[in-house]
């Protein structure tokens, strides 16, 4: 037995029922509902594995999508434990790394994008200061930091933009939140 299926076998052992029936499922689509800590990582390495040990597909034909990069880089830690530098070639991306992936990859498909990019975090950053700086917004004014809010209007946009809202749909929306911020008497 060589030292992959080894391994496999040692952390298959460790699974319960629910979990080896997920690994197992070595055909179509699995959902997988559990909360944090709960072993969903690890469920889905042995699958990847189980599935490269069961049939003829190569790790490169395997995509692994994810919601964060520390997912990703779990996700490669897991499948590097149990199949060694294999796990280097399956794919594994976030969503939106992979979308950007499949845009550069396809680009034709895509020609209202040519030469776009994602913002870095940093040029982010920088947007977000020039805005203030060239208007003059009396409520987001600190007497030590004109920048002092800036933080919290990054997550702010990241927030609606997780939460699907167009820019359009956010400015709607200001009135009525406004209206129950306001009318908590423990707000100021």
Not at 30 to 42: D, F, H
Not at 127 to 136: H, L, P
Request: a positive charge; glycine letters at 6%; proline letters at 3%.
């Amino acid at each position: 037995m060589d030292a992959f299926k080894k391994k496999f076998e040692v952390e298959y052992e460790r699974l319960n029922k629910a979990q080896r029936e997920a690994v197992n499922a070595i055909e179509g689509p699995v959902v997988v509902v559990a909360g944090p800590g709960t072993g969903k990582t690890q469920i889905l390495a042995l699958r990847i594995a189980n599935i490269l040990q069961k049939t003829d597909s190569k790790p490169e034909n395997i995509l692994a999508l994810t919601f964060t990069n520390a997912g990703v880089i779990s996700m490669r830690e897991r499948l590097l434990g149990v199949m060694g530098g294999t796990a280097y070639r399956v794919n594994i991306f976030t969503f939106h790394a992979f979308c950007e992936h499949i845009i550069k990859e396809f680009p034709f498909y895509f020609k209202e994008l040519e030469g776009g990019r994602v913002v870095s975090d940093l040029e982010r950053v920088e947007i977000i200061e020039s805005i203030i700086k060239k208007n003059n917004f009396k409520d987001l004014v600190s007497f030590h930091d004109e920048f002092f809010f800036l933080n919290k209007i990054v997550i702010g946009i990241l927030t609606i933009k997780k939460e699907g809202l167009t820019p359009i749909e956010f400015v709607q929306r200001l009135p009525l939140w406004k209206k129950v911020l306001l009318s908590n008497k423990n707000l100021y």
